[in-house]
């Protein structure tokens, strides 16, 4: 029998295990390392993503805070000049006031001279009724959320059936508006 030379094939056995180890479990363990490494750039990304998202919920948060505000300010300058939402807001002002809307001049639509970017509406017209509710108008005209200049009042005391007697006068009114 011949004897087996044990420390060859220790040898042999041993390079063939480092060969078999370099050849399929170094590439596994780099393709490992790479995945651990992209997962924690993957990891960071969604931790930045929470951090930004969380504060996109705070500033939302805010911004729900100042609401209110904005949407006066949006009614205080209306993207439109419309005619029709001016005059019924004037009409329900002076109804709540105890006046009537009697008569509606001529307006004209122009850029403000005064504030950039803006477009003013100037109109007249002419509510009647008792001083005190007049008063009043002027007050709620002063504190609505629209913006409205008043430019222009005068008055007068028609003589008529009731009117003298109850202290019935017409205002007449001059006044500018305001919208983007």
Same mark, same amino acid.
């Given at each position: 029998?011949?004897?087996?030379?044990?420390?060859?094939?220790?040898?042999?056995?041993?390079?063939?295990?480092?060969?078999?180890?370099?050849?399929?479990?170094?590439?596994?363990?780099?393709?490992?390392?790479?995945?651990?490494?992209?997962?924690?750039?993957?990891?960071?990304?969604?931790?930045?993503?929470?951090?930004?998202?969380?504060?996109?919920?705070?500033?939302?948060?805010?911004?729900?805070?100042?609401?209110?505000?904005?949407?006066?300010?949006?009614?205080?300058?209306?993207?439109?000049?419309?005619?029709?939402?001016?005059?019924?807001?004037?009409?329900?002002?002076?109804?709540?006031?105890?006046?009537?809307?009697?008569?509606?001049?001529?307006?004209? %639509? =122009?850029?403000?001279? $005064?504030?950039?970017?803006? &477009? /003013?509406?100037?109109?007249? +017209?002419?509510? !009647?009724?008792?001083?005190?509710?007049?008063?009043?108008?002027?007050?709620?005209?002063?504190?609505?959320?629209?913006?409205?200049?008043?430019?222009? %009042? =005068?008055?007068?005391? $028609?003589?008529?059936?009731? &009117? /003298?007697?109850?202290?019935? +006068?017409?205002? !007449?009114?001059?006044?500018?508006?305001?919208?983007?």
């Amino acid at each position: 029998m011949e004897r087996i030379n044990y420390l060859s094939l220790a040898t042999i056995l041993f390079f063939l295990s480092v060969f078999l180890i370099s050849l399929f479990l170094v590439p596994k363990y780099q393709a490992v390392s790479k995945l651990k490494n992209s997962l924690s750039d993957y990891e960071k990304a969604l931790a930045e993503q929470r951090d930004y998202f969380k504060n996109l919920d705070e500033d939302l948060e805010k911004i729900d805070e100042y609401k209110d505000l904005m949407e006066k300010i949006s009614l205080a300058i209306p993207k439109e000049s419309s005619i029709v939402d001016f005059f019924n807001l004037i009409d329900n002002l002076a109804s709540a006031n105890g006046l009537s809307l009697e008569q509606v001049g001529s307006f004209r %639509i =122009s850029e403000s001279k $005064e504030i950039s970017n803006l &477009k /003013e509406m100037e109109t007249s +017209f002419t509510v !009647s009724g008792p001083y005190a509710s007049f008063k009043e108008f002027v007050s709620a005209i002063q504190k609505s959320a629209r913006l409205i200049e008043v430019e222009e %009042i =005068s008055f007068k005391s $028609e003589t008529g059936p009731g &009117k /003298e007697k109850a202290g019935i +006068f017409d205002f !007449s009114l001059k006044v500018k508006a305001y919208s983007l």
